[in-house]
Structures are given as C-alpha cells and as structure tokens.
C-alpha cells in the first residue's frame, strides 16, 4: 500500500496530571486535512469495542509507525470551544521544536499539577434540638454518666454551631461521642470544601494609589493599544522605586474589567510574600499563587480554582506561566532579567520566550518589567520589536536614588584593615544603628567558609561526587552546594594526612559572626537557602525585619530583589565583584544588575540612603555603571564587548551539553558530534561562515553528583541553521552507539 498519500496524528486519549499517557497514531481523512493541528480535539474509535473518545493532537507526520490497514481513522473534530488544555499542548509542541526535548518532556512542563489531592472538607456540628430539650438531653447524659456526651451538649447551650475541630481539640470528642447523637437526629453534621488558601488574614482589599505623570503615561499607551485591539509586547524599564508595581496594576484593572485574566510572574519564592500583598490589597480573592513552596493540597487547590474560573490573576514564579486560563488576556513578568526565569532542567525553556509564546497564541499581551532589562530585551525594544515604556524617577515625589560609594579593598589591605568592613562601611553601619535606622549587608555566598583547605598540601577538600570543593558551614559541617552531599569536618587532610585544615573566604554565616562581634548589641537577622528551607523561612525572615524587630539584615541576592523597606537607609555590598569572576559571558551583566537592585533598597522611606560597593576591581564598567545607576552607558559598552566576542543579543548561541557516568564514553560522543557536523557544515561552502563551532570543553564544572558532563558550543545569526544542527545531533544520537549511555540537552540563548 502506498503510504505516501496519508498524513498521520499522533493522539494522546487522556492526559492524566500522574503521567502523559502514551499517543496512539491515526490516520487523518481527506475531508479534515488542514484542520488538523496540534492541540486540536478530536473524537477517535478507541479500543476494540472501538467505542468513541476524545483526545488532543500532539504530533503530526506523514510516516506510519506500523501496518497502515491496522491504523484507525479520526473521527472528527470534538464540538465546543477550544479548552485551555489545547493551548498548553499547542505551547508544549512549541517548547519541542524550539528546545529539542521530547513531546513527554514538554507535556509535563506545561501540565506541572502532577495529581488531584482529596479535597479539604470543613466539617460543623449543627445542633438541632431546640433550649428545653437541649437541657433534657444534657441532663440525661448526666444521669448515664456519658461525661463526653455531656460535655459537647453543654457546648450548644451558648452557640447552636460547633466546628469538628473545635469538638476535637478543645473538648477531646471522639467520633463514637457523636455518632449515636447524630443517629438520635440531635445533631447534624454539615460539609463544606475549604480552599487551602496561602494567603491569610491579608485584610481589606480595593485600595488604590495614585498614579504620577510618568506612570499614568505608561499605563495610558498600554490601555489605548489595548482599547485599539492592539497586543504585543511592552518593555517596562523604571529605575529602581519607580513604582512599576502601580504601573502594572493600572494595565491589570483594564484587562480585568474586559472579563481577560491574568498571569503576573515573579523571578524568586522569597518575593511572594510581600508581592501577593501588594496585589491582594488590589484585587483581593480575585488572586491565585504557585509556587514550590506550597503543599502539595494547597497547588492543587490553587490550580482548581483558576481551571474553574474562580480566579481571574495567577501569580507565581516559572510555572505560574501554564495556569488554566482561558480567557488570557495580559501577562506580567516582573525582573523579567532574572536568571530564575531559566529552566535548569530539560527543556530547558527561558519563561521570557515562551510567555511571548503563549501570549501570541492567546491573543494577550506582555509587559517585562526591569530596572535592569536583559542585554536581549532593551536590544528587541531598540530595534522596534517591543514597545519601551520608561519610568526615570522614584515614585513618590522628592525621593531620590541612593548615594554610592565605591571602596577599594585593595587599599583598605595596603592600609592594614584585613577585616570583612571596610572602615567607611564600618562607619556608616554606626551611625545608622544610633539613628536606630535599618542596614542590609549583601555577600552572594552562603556558608560560613567558601572552602576548607589544607595549609601542609594546599589541597581543598573536595565533594567526591562533584568537581567542586565543599563548603563549611557553621564550624563543624561540610556540604556540597551542586548535590548535597554533607560531611562533618574531619580533623586532618585526606590528601596528606596534615592536620592544618582552614577554612578560607567567606559567606553568610560568618558575616553574622563577624557582624554580631564588630557591632555588640544590634539586632541581626541572616537570610539564605539555609534559614529560609523551611515552608514559610522567608516570610518569617521579612515580615520580622519589616517590623524592625532587627537592625541589620544579612543575606544572599534573594535579600536585594524587589523588597520594600522604609526604614533601610544604608546598604553594604561586601564584595561587588565576586559575581564577575564566574565564567560566563554574562557575568558582567548581571553584576550590574544585582548591584543596581542592591542598591535601590536603600533610601525608600522619607530618609535619604547611602549604598557602599566594596571592591577589589573599582574600575570595571560593569561597577562603575552599577553606581551611577546609568543602564544606557553599561548598555552600550556591554553590547560593544559582545559585538566584538559574537555573543548573544547579537548573535544566537545554541550549547549542546553531553553528560555520561562514563568519562570515555563522553568524551567519545562529544567528539563524533563535533566532527559530523564539521564535515556536514564543510559542504556548504561559503555557507560555513553562518556557523561557529567551539569546543567540546569540560562544562564549567565537570562532575556532578557522580555524573560527567562537557558542551559544545554553536553560535549562529539564524535560527533555521541551530534548528538544522539540532536535527543532525538528534538523528546521530538516536542511531549511534556511541551514545547510548550519553545524554544530550539543548540550550538556547
């Protein structure tokens, strides 16, 4: 038979949350050839009582995977509206192509709610006899003796409700109390769904603010290209305290009063808390949240009500992209140049790109939001591709960008001051704690040491699983920040056998030491991945600090991003180029960006604020930008360098990452890969030159957790070459054993 006149879909029957099922291939009948897409439902003969179902598209091709005459026919198209569902498959396929992943991969990215979780019931106890027979009843108990029976009776002489956890809890009853009293039709027990809600007691809500000149300007272009039918992407770049927030507020009120919804993403956990506030004092119990701190009730609950159209706002970080909305009208993402925003795991998706996506096929528009924008945001706004919206002052009117002052610790060092404060931090910090003002202290490190190191040898002690040397925290624990692995610190060297171990550099945790030893007294409060580990650690933390319930607030960069705090008036930033030594060649720009955050914490309240940048390179572009707070000059000397290097916005950069528990094997891979495209690229002639291969190299760290890992690197001007390439590494890996222990992965920036 000849199976060149068929076109085929392939079609998942039920997509349950506990795992994508497998698709089942159909063949597509003439009448519904180009209607068939992905994401479309369709009705199919299914089983061998070939009794109809419904099931979504995921793939679509022209090769049959078996017998053609066994191959079922589609049905037709399922009637109604095009569920939301449908788009998150369209979007799932989307992710395929672009990521290289598999469509599974892709599926359970866009379908992150994994299982329904029994509902929460709230259970009352409803009295129903009337007062004389209530205290007949009561007295009867009395005279059986039945103690716990008359203790819940007696309870309904002030109230003719009771909560069952009041029951159990505070009058120790038993379900054998109330069963016989329930049988006797004394009492009736009422059922009601209880939503695990995460945002509690947040008070009034349907306050709004005023809006100034600038702010009302950004708003009204939104709202009018709005009102025209006109959606697209905006870029909203406000220095920091512009009052963005308002800005984003005033769209979402708009899309809302039009029955739209909405989807506002944030970058870190730690920003929920005080950002659900904000809109919640808005929009009130309009809001859902997502994030991974939640129980697993609690996610599930969130996802139900925005799939039932309880909630019209979603808010949360990467996964809050894929909630149920139907009728999506705008998404938000806010530090929309937040590393966060990058998946770490396969596909490794940026959620900037694809909320383009999903914006595009949901016919919503997008607003990204920076003080900072990435290099690739403000490049698409300059070349006309997005909307720029600019904010260029604080939002409260008379309150000014903090003033910064750079600190050469290589002259503190000549000068004898080997301590972590430099002596005009040291200063500053002392004059803030009489004024009883508050102080943030930033060191991207956590841990107490950045290594342990043998003084004999000078050997570091290293994770045995990963390429990495462990950190020391507190005084007696080593752990390994890439798998976990923790040790308690040994006595001598397991090198040399020297028992002249030291811990060198340092993070948090010997910051607070250092800080409680400087400045007896003051009140600290230490925030990282080790005091926030617990469900709600940040909001504790923050809520504490805003209180001033402490004067000082050490902590990691999920300190300096977007918090609020009137009373800050002074922050330190410990050592501002330790991020520009890490081997990226984005390093540069995302120093600037963490200290421009940093720095935008002082000096929010009626105070004015001072900033400190300690540092062992003064100089650097990157620094000095960050402290005039100038995003067009860094801009443009960034953009000089990677014009001069080829590297992204000008350019797109593809890394193709292997990884093996078998270093021969790895190596091996990564070399016929390297070489098969050498030779496929070598036939293009002239064509060549649209294509630059580096590498393979040793991934910048090249073990972890057991697991060996190097990359290769591709960088081209057009995206169909990247795709070209990624299909001749797909079709090599899936057909040579050389690879069958290797994994490859795909990264597009």
């Known amino acids: 038979m000849d199976t060149g006149t068929y076109e085929f879909a392939d079609i998942i029957i039920d997509i349950s949350h506990e795992k994508v099922d497998k698709p089942f291939q159909y063949r597509i009948p003439g009448a519904l050839k180009g209607q068939i897409e992905i994401g479309v439902r369709v009705r199919i003969p299914f089983g061998k009582g070939n009794g109809m179902r419904t099931g979504y598209v995921v793939g679509i091709g022209s090769t049959p995977e078996y017998d053609v005459g066994r191959i079922k026919e589609i049905s037709g198209l399922a009637p109604g509206s095009t569920p939301v569902r449908s788009q998150l498959i369209k979007l799932a396929w989307w992710m395929k192509r672009t990521y290289g992943c598999t469509m599974n991969q892709a599926l359970k990215t866009v379908l992150p709610v994994k299982q329904a979780i029994k509902a929460k019931e709230k259970r009352t106890l409803v009295c129903l006899l009337d007062g004389p027979a209530l205290r007949a009843a009561i007295g009867e108990a009395g005279k059986k003796g039945y103690k716990a029976r008359k203790r819940l009776l007696s309870a309904f002489l002030g109230t003719p409700e009771l909560s069952m956890e009041a029951a159990a809890k505070r009058l120790k009853i038993t379900a054998s109390t109330i069963r016989p009293l329930v049988e006797q039709g004394a009492l009736a027990v009422q059922s009601e769904e209880e939503d695990r809600s995460p945002v509690r007691g947040a008070g009034a809500w349907g306050q709004k603010a005023v809006l100034n000149e600038e702010q009302a300007r950004a708003a009204g272009r939104f709202t009018a290209d709005y009102d025209a039918g006109a ?16 800005v984003y507020m005033e769209c979402m009120e708009h899309v809302l009063a039009q029955g739209k919804q909405v989807i506002v993403l944030i970058p870190e956990i730690s920003l929920t808390y005080q950002t659900v506030m904000r809109f919640y004092r808005r929009f009130g119990d309009r809001i859902a949240i997502l994030n991974s701190r939640l129980s697993d009730g609690e996610r599930f609950d969130q996802w139900k009500r925005a799939e039932e159209g309880r909630v019209s706002v979603m808010i949360g970080p990467r996964s809050a992209l894929f909630a149920p909305f139907e009728r999506l009208g705008l998404i938000i993402m806010d530090e929309e140049h ?42 698409e706004a300059l070349l006309g591709e997005s909307r720029l919206l600019v904010l260029t002052r604080r939002a409260v009117s008379g309150r000014r960008l903090p003033a910064v002052e750079i600190v050469d610790l290589r002259a503190e060092l000549r000068e004898g001051n080997k301590s972590m404060f430099s002596r005009r931090l040291r200063e500053l910090i002392e004059d803030r704690l009489a004024k009883q003002e508050q102080i943030m202290l930033f060191i991207n490190r956590r841990g107490y040491s950045n290594f342990v190191s043998c003084r004999s040898c000078g050997e570091p002690v290293r994770c045995p699983h990963c390429d990495v040397s462990l950190t020391l ?35 948090t945790q010997k910051l607070e030491e250092l800080a409680k030893k400087e400045f007896p007294g003051s009140r600290i409060l230490r925030m990282d991945a080790d ?8 909001e504790a933390i923050l809520a504490a600090f805003s209180a001033h319930e402490a004067d000082i607030l050490i902590g990691t960069q999920m300190i300096v991003k977007g918090h609020d705090f009137g009373r800050v008036t002074l922050v330190g930033v410990m050592a501002a180029d330790l991020s520009l030594n890490t081997p990226d060649y984005r390093c540069s720009e995302r120093t600037f960006q963490l200290l421009t955050q940093a720095a935008g914490r002082a000096g929010r309240g009626e105070t004015a604020g001072a900033v400190v940048f300690q540092t062992y390179q003064p100089d650097h572009y990157a620094i000095r930008c960050a402290a ?66 580096i590498g393979p190299v040793h991934a910048s760290v090249y073990k972890v957790n057991d697991i060996y890992r190097k990359i290769l690197y591709i960088k081209s001007g057009k995206c169909d070459i990247l795709d070209r390439i990624r299909g001749i590494l797909e079709t090599l890996a899936s057909g040579n054993e050389v690879f069958r222990t290797v994994a490859v992965q795909y990264d597009i920036s």
């Open 231 to 246: 959606r697209g992407v905006y870029l909203l770049h406000g220095i920091t305290g512009s009052g963005k927030t308002e």
């Open 338 to 379: 937040e590393g966060a925003y990058k998946s770490e795991t396969t596909p490794r998706y940026h959620a900037r790109e694809a909320a383009k996506r999903r914006a595009m096929d949901s016919g919503a528009s997008l607003i990204l939001g920076s003080a900072t924008p990435s290099m690739e945001a403000y490049q």
């Open 473 to 507: 925290h507190g005084k007696s624990r080593l752990a390994c920040h890439y798998c976990g692995y923790s040790v308690p610190l040994m006595e001598k060297c397991p090198s040399c056998g020297s028992p002249y171990l030291a811990g060198f550099g340092a993070g």
């Open 531 to 538: 005091t926030t580990a617990r469900k709600g650690g940040h």
């Open 628 to 693: 005039s707070q100038d995003y067009e000059a860094f801009f443009s000397q960034e953009l000089a360098y990677r014009r001069a290097m080829n590297y992204p916005p000008l350019c797109r950069m593809q890394a193709v990452l292997f990884s093996s528990a078998s270093p021969g094997a790895l190596g091996a891979a990564a070399d016929l890969a390297r070489d098969v495209l050498l030779r496929e690229f070598e036939k293009d002639g002239p064509q060549r030159e649209n294509a630059q291969f």
